[in-house]
């Protein structure tokens, strides 16, 4: 019904910029709600940034003014466009969807999860 493939992650220099891509395959994506986690070693997986299906965002303190979610219902994708990267930011990251019926707080992840993708940044 839903899933989520990640892509573009990689290794990258400080100070460069990444594009993540999460495409579903379902066809409900337009009802969800989709969010980008990361999760670096040994920390709790934390929420970057969530798009609901209305359009509305939230991110993460430490990534506003760098990182810009945005979806494509069109093309079943939501994108996460990283600048300014920083060695802060190595983790795997993670797509989730959330059906609309299960609220629409974008702090509190969905059921629905990708595989995850490495983002590493280093010199």
């Known amino acids: 019904q839903v899933q989520l493939v990640e892509s573009g992650g990689g290794l990258v220099q400080p100070g460069g910029s990444l594009r993540l891509s999460c495409a579903d395959s379902?066809?409900?994506?337009?009802?969800?709600?989709m969010g980008w986690y990361r999760q670096a070693p040994g920390k709790q997986r934390e929420l970057v940034a969530a798009?609901?299906?209305?359009?509305?965002?939230k991110y993460a303190e430490s990534v506003k003014g760098r990182f810009t979610i945005s979806r494509d219902n069109a093309k079943n994708t939501v994108y996460l466009q990283m600048n300014s990267l920083s060695v802060e930011d190595t983790a795997v990251y993670y797509c989730n969807g959330k059906p609309a019926g299960l609220g629409i707080d974008l702090s509190a992840p969905g059921p629905y999860w990708g595989q995850g993708t490495q983002v590493t940044v280093s010199s």
């Open positions: 379902g066809k409900i994506f337009r009802f969800l709600s």
């Open positions: 798009v609901s299906s209305g359009g509305q965002i």
